[in-house]
Structure formats: structure tokens, C-alpha cells
């Protein structure tokens, strides 16, 4: 079935760095979103974006279709980034899930 | 900020007994989903029911069943609650339409810890 690989599992940088996190799919995609998970476990929807490249802030996702990939960049992170981000893929009505991204943003 | 709420925020039970959490959504939307998120921080999707009606039903244990009212409440009834059910259980809608794909919109979260 379809299957979603993320990347890194995780991620430790210094404030102020930059993070790149991926996922890759192993066939057609519908649409991909991203999710920021807070350390409670209470999830915040990021991104819904199927194609092309998406800014919000210091968030910046983009999608290539015919890589089968999907990236998250996040610019000049700040300590309050930490927590895990999930990628997670439409598939027939459901949600295909990574298996997440544990960031540590240290001062 | 939330607009998918969920009760209780966490329930300690005991094996064997039955459970009921709740989920109302206030964005209109059409589509509901209850969600385990297991110890690995996966989500596994349990339920979706759109408009009332069940579209997708995942190899779930019987003892699991949704409750909808109406398409702006799904509640999650657990009877006989075993210790492997101990987990994080996640409501979430969409304005997701058939053949559509939208974002979902998330609750906070119920805790279960079944002794």
C-alpha cells in the first residue's frame, strides 16, 4: 500500500538555523499537509499543499509531484519551533501518516 | 483557537470497563474522524464518518464505536476497555466532499490510561 517516509526521525540545531525536514511517497499523490504536533500532543495544521510551494512566516513547504517529495523548511528557528512535525498524505478518503520528526531547538 | 473540542482531556479507567469520549466540531464541516495516536507518535485512523454516514471503518477491535448525532458530533465509545487501548485518541473534521481532500482540522486530544 502507500506508504510515507519522513526524515530525519530527528533533528537537534541551535537557535537561529535553519531545518529542513522531509517526506517522500511511494506512489501518486493526492495532496500532502504538514502538522506541527506540540509537545502535549494537541496538533496544529501547518500546511494543506498538493503542489507547488506554500510560505506562512518562517514556514515554507513545497511539494514536486514528479519527485515524490515534500519538504518543510524552517528559517532562523527559534526554541519554541521544538516539538515533532508529521507529514501526512491523502490517500482514499484517509490520511497516510509519517512516522514524524522530533526538532530540539537549543539556545 | 481550536474549533474541535473533545472531552475529557484525559481518563483513567480500569481493564473491562467501558469508556465514552466526546467531539464537537464548530467549522461547519462535514467530515469527522477519530484518530489512535500509538506510543511511536503514529496516527491511525479509526473512523470517518461523513454527514453521519460511515465511509471508512478501519480493522478496528469491536469493542470501538462511533456515535454521531449529527455531523458536527462524533463520539467514541469503547466497551470493555483492555491496556493495549491506552493511548492518545484524536478527533479531527474536515470540509472534506466526496472525491474532494482538504485539511483536518484537529482536537486536543483525549489520554486513556487503562489500569
Known amino acids: 500500500g502507500q506508504q510515507v517516509q519522513q526524515s530525519p526521525a530527528s533533528l537537534v540545531l541551535q537557535e537561529g538555523e535553519n531545518a529542513e525536514l522531509q517526506c517522500n511517497f511511494s506512489?501518486?499523490?493526492?495532496?500532502m499537509q504538514w502538522f506541527y504536533q506540540r509537545p502535549e500532543g494537541s496538533l496544529v495544521s501547518l500546511f494543506y499543499?498538493?503542489?507547488?510551494?506554500k510560505q506562512s512566516g518562517r514556514l515554507t513547504s513545497t511539494t514536486v509531484i514528479k519527485e515524490r517529495r515534500s519538504s518543510l523548511h524552517i528559517s532562523s528557528s527559534q526554541i519554541t519551533d521544538s516539538g515533532t512535525y508529521l507529514c501526512?498524505?491523502?490517500?482514499?478518503?484517509?490520511?497516510?501518516w509519517g512516522s514524524g520528526t522530533k526538532l530540539i531547538i537549543k539556545p | 483557537e481550536t474549533a474541535v473540542f473533545q472531552t475529557p482531556n484525559y481518563h483513567v479507567t480500569q481493564v473491562g470497563n467501558e469508556v465514552s469520549f466526546n467531539c464537537k466540531q464548530t467549522?461547519?464541516?462535514?467530515?469527522m474522524y477519530w484518530y489512535k495516536q500509538d506510543s511511536k507518535k503514529l496516527l491511525k485512523i479509526m473512523f470517518s464518518?461523513?454527514?453521519?454516514?460511515?465511509?471508512v471503518n478501519e480493522t478496528v477491535p469491536r469493542r470501538f464505536s462511533p456515535q454521531s448525532s449529527d455531523k458536527a458530533h462524533l463520539n467514541l465509545r469503547i466497551k470493555s476497555v483492555e491496556p493495549e487501548d491506552s493511548a492518545v485518541y484524536l478527533c479531527?473534521?474536515?470540509?472534506?466532499?466526496?472525491?474532494?481532500?482538504?485539511?483536518?482540522?484537529f482536537g486536543p486530544g483525549t489520554r486513556l490510561l487503562v489500569l
Open positions: 479531527a473534521s474536515s470540509p472534506w466532499d466526496w472525491g474532494g481532500a482538504d485539511t483536518q482540522y
Open positions: 499543499n498538493p503542489s507547488g510551494t
Open positions: 506512489t501518486s499523490l493526492n495532496s
Open positions: 501526512a498524505m491523502e490517500d482514499n478518503y484517509q490520511l497516510i
Open positions: 464518518y461523513n454527514n453521519k454516514q460511515l465511509i
Open positions: 467549522l461547519g464541516h462535514d467530515t
